[in-house]
């Protein structure tokens, strides 16, 4: 089985925040009591989103947009992304459409991966449970192979917004040209390859 790596978008490219609370509650869908619930793709009504530039005390420069800019946890994808990942998207997630208010004239999507995998090896991977022992974060991941069924995208029971790819998934990436795609070999990677 190929390395499995966690998905980030890399902080040199845009981040993005609905641009009312009604549109940052579409995008926040994995927050329970912050969140609404996410409709099936056909009721979706695409929320509007803008750069986030800081809290207002001290702003922040508008990014490149790049190909994998973030809304938070789940991720964002351009057209280019989807077109050229179109195999695994079909097989791995649903592509909820967004606008962007500084790239109207081109098509994003947030990432919902469907994927769900019960494949980490707790024992041998580092990781932090809460008082109930319920997993809250994977650190360094070992998973057990018999269980990732070939997937190259896809998350753990305990998170919907850490996605996790093959080496298959990074290589096509970067063969694409994508830019702004980070890949994580544990949790505090210094040093990420970025697309």
């Not at 912050?34 to 009504?45: A, H, R």
């Not at 809250?136 to 305990?158: A, G």
Request: glycine share 6%.
């Amino acid at each position: 089985m190929s390395e499995i790596f966690l998905w980030r978008t890399s902080d040199k490219y845009a981040g993005y925040i609905g641009k009312t609370d009604p549109d940052e509650r579409k995008v926040t869908w994995h927050i329970a009591g912050l969140g609404e619930p996410l409709p099936p793709l056909e009721k979706w009504d695409a929320p509007m989103l803008t750069q986030y530039l800081g809290d207002g005390k001290k702003p922040r420069k508008p990014k490149k947009i790049g190909d994998s800019p973030s809304v938070g946890r789940p991720h964002l994808i351009s057209q280019k992304a989807a077109d050229a990942l179109q195999d695994i998207w079909e097989r791995h997630t649903t592509l909820y459409p967004v606008h962007l208010d500084d790239a109207s004239n081109e098509t994003y999507y947030m990432v919902v991966v469907k994927t769900m995998l019960d494949c980490l090896d707790e024992a041998a991977s580092r990781l932090s449970k809460d008082y109930k022992g319920k997993i809250c974060s994977v650190f360094d991941w070992v998973f057990r192979n018999e269980y990732l069924d070939n997937s190259d995208l896809f998350v753990l029971p305990y998170n919907e917004t850490d996605y996790y790819v093959s080496s298959q998934f990074k290589d096509r990436v970067i063969k694409a040209g994508l830019k702004g795609f980070a890949f994580y070999t544990h949790f505090w990677d210094r040093n990420p390859l970025i697309s």
